[in-house]
């Protein structure tokens, strides 16, 4: 069965710390700390989605559900 390109392939582990990571780049981001850390907002949203499109492309899945 093929899976599609937003199937979710992120375990619960990798998307918290997608979620902490992306906040906390943000957070710096915020306080001027450097304009870089926006880039914070891939991993936040990748995290809250549960799906990763890089993951899609090499075959990875962090996910202890088969698909």
């Not at 998307?15 to 906040?23: E, I, K, M, S, W």
């Not at 989605?49 to 962090?62: A, D, E, W």
Request: hydrophobic letters at 45%; aromatic letters at 8%; one cysteine or more.
């Amino acid at each position: 069965m093929a899976t599609s390109f937003f199937s979710r392939n992120e375990g619960s582990l990798d998307r918290t710390l997608r979620v902490v990571v992306g906040l906390f780049l943000i957070g710096v981001a915020v306080t001027g700390r450097g304009a870089w850390g926006y880039i914070g907002v891939v991993p936040l949203l990748t995290g809250l989605m549960g799906t990763c499109p890089l993951y899609s492309l090499l075959g990875i899945n962090t996910c202890g559900l088969k698909q």
